[in-house]
Nanobody, 118 residues
């Protein structure tokens, strides 16, 4: 059974940094595209960053230049380094695993709260 466990959320002031971590278990990690999404109050869940099985990266416009997604295939870990955080980055951040062999086969973590104070 696929399981994703996020950690690293917290409260920071504007301009600060946080690194989120996600540990995946129960999957062949190398066959999954990994990503980070976020959802703030009153808004739909949105993609923040994604890293494909080949290491290709996609970022939301809001994350470009400030956030960096990376992964460690040997540890089954994916990370989101967030710099120059802004109050509008406040949200619950979710780790996502997408099975590259199937259509729309998503698995989600439970989420970790990030709060940025102005």
């Amino acid at each position: 059974q696929v399981h994703l466990e996020e950690s690293g959320g917290g409260l920071v002031h504007s301009g600060g940094s946080l690194t989120l971590s996600c540990e995946a278990s129960g999957i062949n990690f190398r066959q999954y595209h990994m990503g980070w999404y976020r959802q703030s109050i009153g808004k739909e869940r949105e993609l923040v960053a994604r890293i494909g099985i080949g290491g290709d990266r996609v970022y939301a416009d809001s994350a470009e230049g400030r956030f960096t997604i990376s992964k460690d295939n040997t540890k089954h870990m994916v990370y989101l380094e967030m710099n120059n955080l802004k109050p509008e980055d406040t949200a619950v951040y979710y780790c996502n695993a997408l099975d590259a062999r199937r259509v729309n086969a998503h698995t989600w973590g439970q989420g970790t709260q990030v709060t940025v104070l102005s």
